[in-house]
């Protein structure tokens, strides 16, 4: 097996499914051709640091990811740091997005609809990047494989899932938020925006699942490079969307091939998050992922 590891069940049982995170990237929802090196470690290392963190504004999915925890079908090397036990969810159809800055898709619809953000109104003359006067939650919809998010309005996404799903998702979304960006601010990071996932368990319960405010799923900003008026230097994946923008690509697959310097610059910046949010080493992280089979 490749060290290249695609997202993927590797076991399944009657409630609980067995995943690894890959090191491959996408960006402008195309999967790159070449990877970043440990990139699914951190992934998963920072999901379960959060995951750990915030069972006790809602409940997840998570049932096992370290030594001991895992069935042999995870027990494999390259596997290792990868792969958690989950419980399986009957998902929500939105991405529940939590902005608190003005970036990315953020900043283009609020120029493109003269002020708004997902049917919030916001206030006029704002500069990119600039933090919001309090933290929104922005909906998208779930799209297909080589296909593009849509980010939906508050309305829409109510009418979707209905009023009392959308209020508790919404809730949790924001407290998940605010909660992960005290943290990180402490630490000279800026959390611009994130995206959840939610779903139902057997009981009813609304859990979190799948990744959580990881490089790919966030904007991680470094407090000393942030200013106005630009998009600021990231721990995320933005270090790789803003090489593709200076390129002559449609932003439709087959995605180009990354240089050696994104690559390895990617891979930094992954591995950094990772250590100035968890204040401890990825090194460490992996030795406690290794066991003897």
């Known amino acids: 097996m490749s060290a290249d590891l695609e997202k993927y069940l590797i076991g399944r049982g009657k409630v609980r499914e067995i995943y690894v995170a890959s090191d491959r990237i996408s960006a402008f929802d195309v999967i790159m051709p ?11 290392g920072m999901t379960l640091f959060w995951l750990d963190r915030t069972r006790g504004i809602v409940p997840n999915h998570l049932r096992g990811a370290w030594p001991g925890e895992l069935p042999d079908e995870a027990g494999a090397p ?18 529940c997005v939590v902005r608190g800055y003005l970036a990315g898709s953020g900043w283009k619809d609020y120029g493109a ?8 109104r916001l206030p006029d003359g704002m500069d990119e990047a600039q933090q919001l006067p309090t933290p929104i ?20 996404a109510r009418n979707l ?8 998702v919404e809730a949790a979304s924001i407290a998940l938020y605010e909660h992960a960006a005290a943290h990180a601010r402490e630490r000279g990071i800026i959390l611009a925006d994130t995206k959840f996932e939610f779903g139902y368990d057997a009981d009813g319960r609304l859990v979190l699942g799948d990744e959580v405010m990881t ?11 942030y200013r106005t008026g630009i998009s600021p230097p990231s721990y995320d994946k933005q270090y790789v969307r803003d090489y593709l923008e200076t390129l002559d690509w449609d932003k439709t697959a087959p995605g180009p091939e990354l240089p050696d310097d994104v690559v390895r610059g990617t891979a930094n910046r992954y591995r950094e998050a990772y250590e100035a949010l968890t204040d401890s080493s990825f090194d460490d992280y992996l030795d406690k992922m290794e066991v003897e089979r």
Do not use: Y
Not at 78 to 95: D, H, N
């Open 34 to 44: 070449n990877p970043i090196p440990d990139k699914g470690r951190v992934l998963t």
């Open 78 to 95: 390259e596997l290792r740091g990868r792969a958690m036990l989950c419980e399986k969810l009957t998902m929500l159809p939105i991405e």
């Open 113 to 120: 609809s003269g002020g708004e953000v997902s049917g919030h």
């Open 137 to 156: 939650f922005t909906p998208a919809t779930k799209a297909e494989m080589g296909d593009h998010d849509e980010n939906i309005t508050v309305d829409q």
């Open 161 to 168: 899932i209905g009023a009392e799903e959308f209020a508790a």
């Open 215 to 225: 490089p790919d799923s966030s904007r991680w900003w470094p407090v000393d490079g």
